[in-house]
T-cell receptor, first 114, second 117 residues
Framework: AQTVTQSQPEMSVQEAETVTLSCTYD???????LFWYKQPPSRQMILVIR??????QNATENRFSVNFQKAAKSFSLKISDSQLGDAAMYFC???????????FGTGTSLTVIP | GAVVSQHPSRVICKSGTSVKIECRSL??????MFWYRQFPKQSLMLMAT?????????EQGVEKDKFLINHASLTLSTLTVTSAHPEDSSFYIC?????????????FGDGTRLSIL
């Protein structure tokens, strides 16, 4: 099975600053999908951004962008101009093109300091 | 708007009670639904994969007779925690995905917080 590793259990960032959350994964597949999900205190899982492995261009969604390094199997999330509402648990996830199952990392708890 | 509805959002009941949690896909037909369990400040732990019209596939260590899953239609999957005990208290989340559309994210329900007294 694929494994997804988030090496930062906790991170903090000053409001309006930029923070990067790291994620690495292990796979033998050449094509797959990667996602970042946000889970605020309400516990709802919210999709932040996704990346197709066959695309070299890094995905961007407003203040959220990724740095996808396929050879290094790295998929970091950059949050620019951090806002108080960004405080949450962030989960990195991997999905194979051949299956439905997602593999989640252990999560990073992000605190935004006013 | 929400594409997956999970109900109830919170359950508090006595030990020995069986509890049913429903997961409905609202805008699409979900041939596959997933059931996760999440402990505080931990990641989602996949319990089982629910396939419409067939038996669920359980992850290793998950008791099939304890956690009954039924996926009788393309829009509804249910998880029944049978004879629940305090150690079953947890946060349970379902998700659904489009059939054969692996580039799509999973859509999650809002979760059910189960507390067994």
């Amino acid at each position: 099975a694929q494994t997804v590793t988030q090496s930062q259990p906790e991170m903090s960032v000053q409001e309006a600053e930029t923070v990067t959350l790291s994620c690495t994964y292990d796979t033998s597949e050449s094509d797959y999908y990667l996602f970042w999900y946000k889970q605020p205190p309400s516990r709802q899982m919210i999709l932040v951004i996704r990346q197709e492995a066959y695309k070299q261009q890094n995905a961007t969604e407003n203040r959220f962008s990724v740095n996808f390094q396929k050879a290094a199997k790295s998929f970091s999330l950059k949050i620019s101009d951090s806002q108080l509402g960004d405080a949450a648990m962030y989960f990195c996830a991997y999905r194979s093109v051949t299956g439905n199952q997602f593999y989640f990392g252990t999560g990073t708890s992000l605190t935004v300091i006013p | 708007g929400a594409v997956v509805s999970q109900h109830p959002s919170r359950v508090i009941c006595k030990s020995g009670t069986s509890v049913k949690i429903e997961c409905r896909s609202l805008d699409f037909q979900a041939t596959t639904m997933f059931w996760y369990r999440q402990f505080p400040k931990q990641s989602l732990m996949l319990m089982a994969t629910s396939n419409e019209g067939s038996k669920a596939t359980y992850e290793q260590g998950v008791e099939k007779d304890k956690f009954l899953i039924n996926h009788a239609s393309l829009t509804l999957s249910t998880l029944t925690v049978t004879s629940a005990h305090p150690e079953d208290s947890s946060f349970y989340i379902c998700s659904a995905s489009f059939r054969d559309r692996t580039n799509q994210p999973q859509h999650f329900g809002d979760g059910t917080r189960l507390s067994i007294l």
